[in-house]
């Protein structure tokens, strides 16, 4: 079974520092990493995702996760945060091919300004 | 192009009515999916369908809960007899593969409330 484990149901950073959203995940199988943002009423809209090769990922509005097998993660980062980026992050894993996601239970990130 | 489009946008019914919840994938997408979210629960797999294969169920919550998908295209979620933890938004997403792997589109949902 896979599961996923999000440290910090919420997060709060100033605008223009760094952020952090940790996600460490447990899997049988090579996994596959997805992070997705949800804004207030809307569906998911997916950042990023991790499948093979370069463990470095970059994705969408200037984040970024790094797939580390050892310590069984894959933070979110984003060097400067931006008022709009207030939003819940999910991360997620599959089995394979990304089809039927496990998600994480989500970090609220609050950006002030 | 549009997106995944989901009705109603809320839904309210009585304790013990049946609900039928409606999805439009995005088209060409070959696969769609069922997710519900909910305060207690999170985010959890319903309902996943691909192609003409027989739709994996194995996130249904119980025999209140059945969908189908006609043609390929268009979904239905239906809820029998529903309850108050049925409550919840629930998600549809589409898929198109890209290198291999599914990429989920996901609409804005519907949110049920069970009074």
């Known amino acids: 079974a896979q599961s996923v484990t999000q440290l910090g149901s919420h997060v709060s950073v100033s605008e223009g520092a760094l952020v952090l959203l940790r996600c460490n995940y447990s899997?049988?199988?090579?996994?596959?990493l997805f992070w997705y943002v949800q804004y207030p009423n809307q569906g998911l809209q997916l950042l990023l995702k991790?499948?093979?090769?370069?463990?470095l990922v970059k994705g969408i509005n200037g984040f970024e996760a790094e797939f580390k097998k050892s310590e069984t993660s894959f933070h979110l980062t984003k060097p400067s945060a931006h008022m709009s980026d207030a939003a819940e992050y999910f991360c997620a894993v599959s089995d394979s091919y990304g089809n039927k996601l496990v998600f994480g239970a989500g970090t609220i990130l609050r950006v002030k300004s | 192009g549009a997106g995944v489009s989901q009705s109603p946008s809320n839904k309210v019914t009585e304790k013990g009515k049946d609900v039928e919840l409606r999805c439009d994938p995005i088209s060409g997408h070959t696969a769609l999916y069922w997710y519900r979210q909910s305060l207690g629960q999170g985010l959890e797999f319903l309902i996943y369908f691909q192609g003409n294969s027989a739709p994996d169920k194995s996130g249904l919550p119980s025999d209140r809960f059945s969908a189908e998908r006609t043609g390929g295209s268009v979904s239905t979620l239906t809820i029998q007899r529903t309850q108050q933890e049925d409550s919840a938004v629930y998600l549809c997403a589409s898929s198109l593969v890209v290198a291999g792997v599914s990429e989920q589109y996901f609409g804005p949902g519907t949110r049920l409330t069970v009074t």
């Open positions: 991790y499948t093979t090769g370069a463990t």
């Open positions: 899997s049988s199988v090579p996994p596959y």
